[in-house]
């Protein structure tokens, strides 16, 4: 593992996208899941919320030259609920989001995030109120997320946030990108399949 | 129930597949049936290749086409170049990586979560994986099944394990007995809707009680399809004698002493009496109306009856008004009569062949009203055969619907189905997400198949109880 693999603190500005049950045809429409790579994706994410039919920009906060530059996205309840398409995260990374801070996540796409070394950290919904108000008064406020500490600091105040701790273990070891690390075993799920009956068509 | 001391059958085959516990503190499950289709999966071969790896167990994947197929004219190469080109990966990386394709001229063709159990891959005690989240379907016999991101798809062909962490489980209970028009699909929208679309979060869902314990496979394949639209990852029915029935015979299924022992080894692993749950509901089938969608989740559900409700007192207040945004109602309103553009009987929920011959029965003798698009499209090309040998597709085209090929079609509009402009949809599918049927402005009500063939010819959304 390199250094580089290891997340401990995300630092940027932040953007927020108001709203509980925001799905995954939201984030991409199945329109762009037609492309035979993920390279192109980060042109795509809310594209039906943030153009009209004719490609004309509307009213999005990904629109908003305001939070231009933003990298951690701010959220309510059940965001990515839907598809297990690994798009939909990659459309906000490839965007130029590096953690989402939400109140939940849907359970595929959260994972699909940390796959792909993007933490999604969980608030109360009167920390993410005060966060996205925040950060909507003032969208040049850096916030810094802190994996170790399990801390959000947004100006003088610090929130502590919950993140599954075989997440946190993947993202601040490197081991997220979890390949390799289950490669090593391979030898043992060989054994773990041997044992299992239908592996061997139930031959007695 | 919850405080028992036995183990759930999500206990029992977690543990028969646990490879070992990985330094992140997650465990490495063994993955004992991976299905794969043309949408997710290219960049995980392009991945494979990338870190120089092979496919691990190459036999226990299987491939398929399902999401872009046409379902009208399937001639080579696609009109779509896109589609032909996800079409021609698939083929190439299957052929180079050694794995079954089940391609269109295959007749093994279909929906992944119609061919699966269809062809007896899919069977009870097994973890199954697959880069659709409705792969929860496959629930319905006993098996672990989970939907994940191609990232996983990668991981899962270079190790066929996945590094997961364990769920809880709530066994769900529907006592008493279904009455005639209400459908495995009414079930499962209702406990969405009364559990929510987030409820499921960190669940497995157990479905039980003695209306889901005499369900055929078909029906409980349609509850455990839509699981996820509950935010529960898996779903599933503890298998009995019902899923070996259906099993018993199929191409992948032991045959003789070994369909013998495979029976003993599935009813080993089903949940036990005294098992512990982490939650427990209770619901009743008498209370379960014709169900159907008003809004933009599978959540925002009413009965056939009811009026649209106020959005001050949904769960969620914000969202109910969002949805009464795209769909232009208003609360208060029946939606019993509303008008409809669009009439679809299929996808991986909906699309088999007693999907089919409940909306052939209201169908019958009955013409399409003219002012409506009408399709009904098999799930996969082994219903199509089995529906016109019994006439199906007969009545339908009668009755004014196009019969098409098998595939995911109009569920996800990422063939050319699709919604035009502001079209309203009845729909047998899963997802009533904006934009989800390939019209930004289109809406979706989602409703059993004879709801929707009975929406087909009148126009407009009514109560079957009227047609069965």
């Known amino acids: ?8 603190k995300v630092t940027g500005t932040a953007v927020p996208i108001r709203g509980n049950d925001i799905d995954t045809d939201r984030i991409i429409p199945a329109r762009y899941l037609k492309e035979i790579t993920f390279a192109r994706m980060g042109e795509y994410p809310f594209y039906d919320e943030r153009f009209d039919s004719e490609g004309k920009p509307k009213s999005h906060p990904f629109n908003d030259p305001k939070y231009q530059g933003a990298s951690i996205l701010l959220v309510n309840k059940n965001f990515g609920c839907g598809s297990s398409r690994e798009h939909a995260p990659q459309a906000l990374f490839r965007f130029g989001i590096h953690a989402i801070v939400g109140e939940s996540f849907a359970a595929i796409f959260a994972g699909n995030c940390v796959m792909m070394g993007m933490p999604t950290v969980t608030v109360t919904s009167i920390e993410i109120e005060e966060l996205m108000k925040a950060v909507e008064s003032n969208p040049r ?45 391979l030898d043992k799920a060989k054994k773990a399949a041997a044992k299992l009956p239908y592996m061997t068509a139930f031959k007695g | 129930m919850a405080k028992g001391s036995g183990r759930t059958l999500y206990d029992k085959v977690w543990e028969s597949h646990t490879v070992d516990i990985l330094p992140t503190g997650q465990t490495q499950i063994f993955i004992g049936l991976h299905l794969i289709h043309e949408i997710t999966t290219a960049p995980a071969f392009d991945m494979l290749r990338e870190k120089g790896l092979k496919v691990a167990f190459p036999e226990r994947t299987f491939a398929t086409l399902d999401h872009i197929v046409p379902t009208d004219m399937r001639a080579r190469p696609f009109l779509d170049s896109q589609a032909e080109e996800l079409t021609q990966a698939l083929e190439k990386n299957t052929g180079q990586f050694g794995i079954q394709f089940y391609g269109l001229d295959s007749d093994r063709q279909g929906i992944v979560h119609v061919i699966g159990p269809q062809l007896g891959l899919t069977q009870p005690g097994m973890t199954l994986a697959c880069g659709d989240s409705h792969t929860s379907t496959h629930g319905a016999f006993g098996t672990l099944a989970f939907g994940i991101g191609t990232s996983q798809v990668r991981d899962v062909l270079a190790t066929q394990t996945l590094a997961m962490d364990k769920l809880k489980v709530r066994r769900i ?54 699981s996820i639209e509950g935010g529960a990852l898996v779903g599933y029915v503890n298998p009995d004698e019902i899923t070996f029935a259906f099993l018993k015979g199929r191409e992948f299924v032991p045959k003789g002493e070994d369909f013998e022992r495979a029976v003993a080894y599935w009813s080993s692993i089903a949940s036990d009496p005294d098992a512990h749950y982490d939650d427990v509901v209770d619901m009743e089938a008498s209370e379960i109306e014709p169900t159907v969608t008003w809004g933009i989740n599978p959540g925002q559900a009413v009965g056939i009856l009811e009026k649209l409700p106020d959005p001050e007192r949904c769960s969620d207040p914000e969202g109910a008004k969002r949805a009464y945004e795209h769909m232009g109602w208003k609360p208060g309103s029946p939606i019993l009569g509303t008008p409809i553009n669009v009439a679809f009987v299929g996808s991986c929920t909906n699309s088999r062949l007693s999907d089919l ?20 499209v098999p799930g996969s090309a082994a219903v199509k055969v089995l529906a016109e ?16 090929e098998a595939g995911c079609s109009m569920c996800l509009a990422m063939n050319p189905d699709k919604l035009k402009g502001r079209e309203i949809c009845a729909s047998s599918s899963n997802r009533n997400f904006i934009g989800r049927q390939g019209s930004p402005g289109g809406r979706t009500i989602l409703m059993s198949p004879a709801m929707v063939a009975a929406a087909a010819v009148n126009g407009k959304i009514v109560d079957v109880r009227e047609y069965v």
């Open chain 2, 173 to 226: 209970n529907i006592h008493g007995a279904l009455s005639a028009g209400v459908y495995a699909k009414d079930i499962i929208l209702f406990i969405i809707r009364r559990l929510g679309v987030g409820g499921g979060k960190g669940f497995a869902y157990e479905y039980g009680g003695s209306v889901v314990e005499k369900m055929s496979m078909e029906e409980r394949m349609t509850i455990c399809n839509m």
């Open chain 2, 357 to 376: 011959r409940a909306a052939a029965k209201i169908a019958k003798g009955r013409k399409v009203h003219p002012a409506i698009r009408a399709l009904v």
């Open chain 1, 1 to 8: 593992m390199t250094v580089e693999t290891k997340i401990a």
């Open chain 2, 389 to 404: 040998k019994e006439g199906l597709d007969r009545i339908f085209t009668e009755a004014g619907f196009e019969w098409r």
């Open chain 1, 141 to 185: 406020g850096v916030l810094s997320l802190d994996l170790e500490k399990k801390s959000l600091s947004c100006r003088e105040r610090q929130i502590r946030f919950d993140i599954p701790d075989s997440y946190r273990s993947a993202l601040m070891t490197g081991s997220w990108d979890c390949t390799s690390m289950l490669h090593a075993n």
